[in-house]
């Protein structure tokens, strides 16, 4: 219980000490004209409440990841705890906050124009590519996820393929409505409901009759059955992703960019909306094993074959009555249907970015749009579970991009740069070393791989240190 006290402590201290330290390092002007105002045109750059806009971003980046991500990352032992809360702290939030400030600076800009403006014209084609690929994979899992848990609750005729169908139109309006429509109604009610269903469960936790198992005294190590082909470095890091750092929520801090009153506001919504899900993550993560007894009991059950579904809808049936079960349907159905609809929407705004091409007209965003649906659907026929594991690598490769973007945009600006250097370089030795060592990469030996993913890290820095900060014609600039 003591473990999960302090990283809670930390956890809040964080947003309050650190994001204020973040803050100060960018600038933020509550005189600066926002892109809501200036480009307001009644579908994307429209002002919206402070509170619908954090809840809006909160669920946008948390979906199924803190809950399912925390259940399954836990797997790896105590070590989890500290990656949640410090990965939150020091590179999930900074990541998400000054993507979503130098959006705003750029007129809610997309990602890979923001990442194109730093690290080059052919780095910003890659990120364009990229992440056009990552909004697809996020739509196509998560109409697929849902799909399955609606079916094996309705009537035999409404079955997988119904549910599919069924949630890909809801997915196209989503994408070509106003934001206020749909996103703007549906959003804050579902945000709230999955931050409720996390109070509860901290509030057993911490006033019931329950005792949660951290481990912690008996060391870090990896409490996974299979910890030789599942090391905890860097299979962790990729596991535990929206409870942590996500290279997916700097793809949808631009829609909020483009919605945020006062740049002022950047820290509470962007930073304020990563801590409630790293939050929501350490919750989860102690609630599975506190409510299975343990890693070896939390592992025997997800091998019986119930899975995290079924643990979060037990729990919330044990802990929380009848009420508890009707957020944990909202959880694990609504929750990926939430983050499904604004990646396709992401992807609408990325092409329309790079297209520069006028979204006011309902026919212009179905122009777009049509094309970004049918590669959707056809990736939907591919097997989930490869889906599945690209999707990971591939969210946590576009952080590595991300953060040396950001680093590169506050050398640039005199700032100090080191806050997202170090979480950028570490980030590029975990991804580089899970694609040489795991089975969908190059499945190498793990000591050849974790020697490449530093060697990787210290040549990107060496790159940026040569290029971008001794380089005789680097000149600061402004705003």
Same mark, same amino acid.
């Given at each position: 219980?003591?473990?999960?006290?302090?990283?809670?402590?930390?956890?809040?201290?964080?947003?309050?000490?650190?994001?204020?330290?973040?803050?100060?390092?960018?600038?933020? %002007? !509550?005189?600066?004209?926002?892109?809501?105002?200036?480009?307001?045109?009644?579908?994307?750059?429209?002002?919206?409440?402070?509170?619908?806009?954090?809840? #809006?971003?909160?669920?946008?980046?948390?979906?199924?990841?803190?809950?399912?991500?925390?259940?399954?990352?836990?797997?790896?032992?105590?070590?989890?705890?500290?990656?949640?809360?410090?990965?939150?702290?020091?590179?999930?939030?900074?990541? %998400?906050? =000054?993507?979503?400030?130098?959006?705003?600076?750029?007129?809610?800009?997309?990602?890979?124009?923001?990442?194109?403006?730093?690290?080059?014209?052919?780095?910003?084609?890659?990120?364009?590519?990229?992440?056009? +690929?990552?909004?697809? =994979?996020?739509?196509?899992?998560?109409?697929?996820? !849902?799909?399955?848990? #609606?079916?094996?609750?309705?009537?035999?005729?409404?079955?997988?393929?119904?549910?599919?169908?069924?949630?890909?139109?809801?997915?196209? $309006?989503?994408?070509?409505?106003? *934001? %206020?429509?749909?996103?703007?109604?549906?959003? @804050?009610?579902?945000?709230?409901?999955?931050?409720?269903?996390?109070?509860? #469960?901290?509030?057993?936790?911490?006033?019931?009759?329950?005792?949660?198992?951290?481990?912690?005294?008996?060391? =870090?190590?990896?409490?996974?059955?299979?910890?030789?082909?599942?090391?905890?470095? @860097?299979?962790?890091?990729?596991? #535990?992703?929206?409870?942590?750092?996500?290279?997916?929520?700097?793809?949808?801090?631009?829609?909020?960019?483009?919605?945020?009153?006062?740049?002022?506001?950047?820290? @509470?919504?962007?930073?304020?909306?990563?801590?409630?899900?790293?939050? /929501?993550?350490?919750?989860?993560?102690?609630?599975?094993?506190?409510?299975?007894?343990?890693?070896?009991?939390?592992?025997?059950?997800?091998?019986?074959?119930?899975?995290?579904?079924?643990?979060?809808?037990?729990?919330?049936?044990?802990?929380?009555?009848?009420?508890?079960?009707?957020?944990?349907?909202?959880?694990?159905?609504?929750?990926?249907?939430?983050?499904?609809?604004?990646?396709?929407?992401?992807?609408?705004?990325?092409?329309? %970015?790079?297209?520069?091409?006028?979204?006011?007209?309902?026919?212009?965003? +179905?122009?777009?749009?049509?094309?970004?649906?049918? *590669?959707?659907?056809?990736?939907?026929?591919?097997?989930?579970?490869? &889906?599945?594991?690209?999707?990971?690598?591939?969210?946590?490769?576009?952080?590595?991009?991300?953060?040396?973007?950001?680093?590169?945009?506050?050398?640039?600006?005199?700032?100090?740069?080191?806050?997202?250097?170090? @979480?950028?370089?570490?980030?590029?030795?975990?991804?580089?070393?899970?694609?040489?060592?795991?089975?969908?990469?190059?499945? $190498?030996?793990?000591?050849?791989?974790?020697?490449?993913?530093? /060697?990787?890290?210290? &040549?990107?820095?060496?790159?940026?240190?040569?290029?971008?900060?001794?380089?005789?014609?680097?000149?600061?600039?402004?705003?």
């Amino acid at each position: 219980m003591t473990t999960f006290l302090v990283a809670v402590v930390v956890l809040v201290a964080g947003y309050f000490v650190y994001g204020m330290l973040v803050e100060r390092v960018i600038g933020c %002007d !509550p005189k600066r004209q926002m892109p809501c105002y200036t480009r307001q045109d009644g579908v994307d750059y429209m002002p919206l409440p402070v509170w619908k806009v954090f809840l #809006i971003q909160f669920l946008n980046i948390a979906g199924l990841g803190p809950i399912f991500g925390a259940i399954m990352g836990i797997m790896f032992g105590p070590a989890a705890f500290l990656w949640i809360v410090l990965g939150t702290v020091f590179a999930g939030a900074v990541h %998400d906050f =000054l993507s979503g400030v130098i959006s705003v600076r750029r007129d809610g800009a997309s990602l890979p124009e923001i990442v194109g403006n730093e690290l080059g014209g052919g780095v910003k084609q890659l990120m364009r590519v990229f992440s056009l +690929l990552l909004m697809v =994979l996020v739509g196509a899992v998560f109409v697929l996820t !849902p799909a399955g848990l #609606i079916a094996g609750m309705t009537p035999e005729w409404m079955d997988t393929r119904f549910w599919i169908f069924a949630i890909f139109l809801y997915y196209m $309006l989503a994408t070509v409505l106003p *934001i %206020d429509k749909l996103i703007g109604n549906i959003y @804050p009610v579902f945000g709230f409901a999955l931050l409720f269903m996390a109070a509860g #469960i901290m509030c057993v936790l911490i006033f019931g009759d329950v005792t949660i198992p951290d481990g912690l005294s008996e060391g =870090l190590y990896n409490r996974r059955a299979d910890a030789g082909s599942m090391p905890l470095f @860097p299979m962790m890091f990729v596991s #535990i992703a929206c409870g942590a750092i996500s290279g997916f929520h700097a793809t949808q801090s631009p829609m909020m960019a483009r919605c945020l009153k006062n740049e002022r506001l950047a820290r @509470p919504v962007f930073y304020g909306a990563m801590v409630a899900e790293g939050l /929501v993550a350490l919750i989860w993560a102690a609630a599975a094993i506190a409510f299975t007894g343990g890693y070896g009991q939390l592992g025997e059950y997800l091998s019986a074959g119930g899975g995290a579904g079924a643990l979060v809808h037990d729990i919330s049936i044990s802990w929380l009555g009848a009420f508890g079960g009707v957020l944990a349907i909202l959880g694990v159905i609504a929750a990926p249907i939430t983050t499904g609809d604004t990646a396709l929407r992401s992807a609408r705004l990325i092409a329309a %970015d790079f297209m520069r091409y006028d979204q006011r007209t309902i026919v212009r965003r +179905l122009i777009v749009s049509i094309p970004i649906f049918a *590669i959707t659907f056809f990736i939907m026929q591919m097997d989930f579970e490869i &889906l599945w594991r690209y999707f990971a690598w591939c969210n946590q490769a576009l952080s590595v991009f991300t953060l040396w973007a950001i680093t590169v945009y506050l050398a640039r600006h005199g700032k100090i740069y080191w806050i997202t250097m170090i @979480p950028a370089m570490f980030m590029t030795c975990v991804c580089m070393t899970y694609i040489l060592f795991a089975p969908e990469g190059f499945h $190498l030996d793990y000591s050849l791989s974790v020697g490449a993913g530093l /060697v990787s890290a210290l &040549l990107v820095c060496v790159w940026f240190m040569r290029k971008v900060v001794y380089s005789k014609s680097f000149n600061i600039v402004e705003d």
